[in-house]
């Protein structure tokens, strides 16, 4: 039953970032840490993230915005390092917290937002900041937007670049997390069938989701991500109290 859940929810969080970008990851990191240890679900969620977002910017690779990505590269691999030297690893409660709390950054006025992602030194702090709130809360996509902003991006080169800069981000949660989970001998990861099945759902999703994006504006685009997210972030709130009472 676990695993068919995953797999259902790896397709249906891979359809809803294939339209917005982000708010896929969110919901699925709250499902896999209902269903496994945390630690297991950062791996589970940044392999099936790695490649839905990966299947995503290759969809969409001719809108990447290459020299962002290089610099934000930097910052990911530099967040990594100092995550894994320090040995952080979230409670449950704190999880579901930070989970709840990260919606929160897209409600942030804009005129109080002067990232531009465009710039290389924002672009090493977006990688450094995403990446680190995406090692400690699992995701960070709501935190990436607010280095979009004031970029002029279209709605395609803005799922396209953070989808590429998401590879980078699950990439490092992946060895940060995995790494010690190799080395205890742990085996609450599912099985790899699991994964098998999963792992092509998820870039259906995507491929379903990059259809119904092109039918939507720029306006909706952004309008309907805010509250999508906040609604999933909302409910994460009202999880943590009860994990904390």
């Known amino acids: 039953m676990t695993g068919a859940l995953i797999i259902i929810a790896s397709f249906a969080t891979a359809f809803l970032s294939g339209v917005f970008g982000m708010a896929g990851g969110l919901l699925l990191m709250g499902v896999l840490a209902f269903l496994l240890p945390i630690s297991a679900a950062f791996v589970t969620h940044g392999i099936l993230q790695l490649v ?13 915005v290459w020299p962002v990505m290089r610099t934000y590269a930097l910052g990911v691999f530099a967040a990594a390092a100092l995550v894994a030297a320090v040995g952080f690893a979230p409670s449950r409660p704190l999880l579901f917290l930070l989970l709840g709390l990260v919606p929160l950054t897209v409600w942030l006025p804009r005129r109080w937002i ?6 290389p030194p924002h672009a090493f702090l977006a990688g450094f900041t995403v990446s680190g709130l995406n090692l400690s809360a699992g995701v960070a996509g709501p935190m990436m ?100 009472s």
């Open 114 to 119: 002067s990232f531009d992602a465009a710039k």
């Open 52 to 64: 839905a977002n990966g299947w995503r910017a290759v969809l969409h690779r001719r809108y990447i």
């Open 145 to 244: 937007d607010i280095f979009f902003v004031r970029t002029g991006l279209g709605r395609h080169q803005i799922v396209a670049t953070k989808a590429t800069g998401q590879v980078f981000s699950h990439l490092g949660k992946i060895i940060v997390f995995g790494a010690p989970l190799i080395g205890a001998g742990e085996s609450a990861m599912p099985p790899l069938w699991v994964f098998a099945i999963a792992i092509p759902l998820s870039m259906a999703g995507t491929v379903l989701g990059g259809r119904l994006l092109d039918r939507i504006s720029d306006g909706n685009f952004k309008r309907y991500t805010a509250w999508i997210v906040t609604g999933i972030g909302g409910l994460y709130l009202v999880k943590a109290g009860l994990e904390w």
